[in-house]
């Protein structure tokens, strides 16, 4: 089992900045990805920015170049979004999931992010 705690979420105007973080207890496989997902009001949850231990990155179109996810080692990940817009809000979910065949998501409770002016 593992447990994920999210911190970082708050409301922002248009063009600031926000800085999402996620740490990983319980059972933390060495190879692992970790990364952020959001969901929108109404929407369907999607992938925003992942990274594997190995430094594998993935990013939603959407979030290229505004948004980079980091880590300091196998049990943090990181997301630094700047030039925030309107559409980003939603809650944004921290995601860990080991790397071998059949490995089980875990999931964060969710933290808000609003940008509005």
């Known amino acids: 089992q593992v447990q994920l705690a999210e911190s970082g979420g708050g409301l922002v105007q248009p063009g600031e900045s926000l800085r999402l973080s996620c740490a990983a207890t319980g059972f933390i496989t060495d190879a692992n990805v970790m990364g952020w997902y959001r969901q929108a009001p109404g929407g369907q949850r999607e992938m925003v920015a992942t990274?594997?231990?190995?430094?594998?990155t993935n990013y939603v179109d959407s979030v290229q170049g505004r948004f980079t996810v980091s880590r300091e080692d196998k049990k943090t990940v990181n997301l630094q979004m700047s030039n925030l817009k309107p559409e980003d809000t939603a809650v944004y979910y921290c995601?860990?999931?080991?790397?071998?065949?059949?490995?089980?998501?875990?999931w964060g409770q969710g933290t808000q992010v609003t940008v509005s002016s």
């Open positions: 990274m594997t231990t190995r430094g594998r």
């Open positions: 995601n860990f999931r080991p790397l071998y065949a059949g490995a089980v998501n875990s």
